[in-house]
T-cell receptor, first 110, second 113 residues
Framework: TQLLEQSPQFLSIQEGENLTVYCNSS?????LQWYRQEPGEGPVLLVT?????EVKKLKRLTFQFGDARKDSSLHITAAQPGDTGLYLC??????????FGTGTRLTVIP | DAGITQSPRHKVTETGTPVTLRCHQT?????MYWYRQDPGHGLRLIHY???????DKGEVSDGYSVSRSKTEDFLLTLESATSSQTSVYFC????????????FGSGTRLTVV
């Protein structure tokens, strides 16, 4: 089993603040994905990172893949209430299957 | 939205009864997956399929079986439901291997009493 640990588990911040959530593993992944899940729905893909050190930006969200391809971070600038949700990282090894972290539950307070 | 639907959305069943959950896709994707999501455990892979009649076990496959007789349908069966199988079940599809992302259904909340 590929263990992906996410931190923090819970995060509650005020609108407009910045935040970073982390995804760490002892395993090397060929690619890593980030998903956001809202209550009562399935996860929705935000981004895929493939190359060690890669940085991708999606509006106010910045994703980084660690140089060794074992970890990743998600930084949100000027958080908004619409960013509220469960953020999941998921890594792929040689096979096609994704292994998911336990998630960071983010609440942005207006 | 991607064409993936799960049925039923909610189900309550008694211990010891068989239960079948259905996942239907209209995307003609090759890969289909069943996950369960539980507090503290995240999403865990139960079974997956890489083509019609081609399936394999995931990390938590005990007590579950699957079938895929058509590209568009992937069925998950709990042969004899137990309380430990109370969970939210998600189906996902993927176009292929490599960096393809998954598209998830909206989930089935199963309660075994």
């Amino acid at each position: 089993t590929q263990l992906l640990e996410q931190s923090p588990q819970f995060l509650s911040i005020q609108e407009g603040e910045n935040l970073t959530v982390y995804c760490n593993s002892s395993s090397v992944f060929s690619s890593l994905q980030w998903y956001r899940q809202e209550p009562g729905e399935g996860p929705v893909l935000l981004v895929t990172v493939v190359t060690g050190g890669e940085v991708k930006k999606l509006k106010r969200l910045t994703f980084q893949f660690g140089d060794a391809r074992k970890d990743s971070s998600l930084h949100i600038t000027a958080a908004q209430p619409g960013d509220t949700g469960l953020y999941l990282c998921a890594g792929k090894t040689g096979a096609n299957n994704l292994f998911f972290g336990t998630g960071t539950r983010l609440t942005v307070i207006p | 939205d991607a064409g993936i639907t799960q049925s039923p959305r909610h189900k309550v069943t008694e211990t010891g009864t068989p239960v079948t959950l259905r996942c239907h896709q209209t995307e003609n994707h090759r890969y289909m997956y069943w996950y369960r999501q539980d507090p503290g455990h995240g999403l865990r892979l139960i079974h997956y399929s890489y083509g019609v009649k081609d399936t394999d076990k995931g990390e938590v496959s005990d007590g579950y079986s699957v079938s895929r007789s058509k590209t568009e349908d992937f069925l998950l069966t709990l042969e004899s439901a137990t309380s430990s199988q109370t969970s939210v079940y998600f189906c996902a599809i993927s176009a292929g291997a490599g960096i393809s992302g998954y598209t998830f259904g909206s989930g089935t909340r199963l309660t075994v009493v």
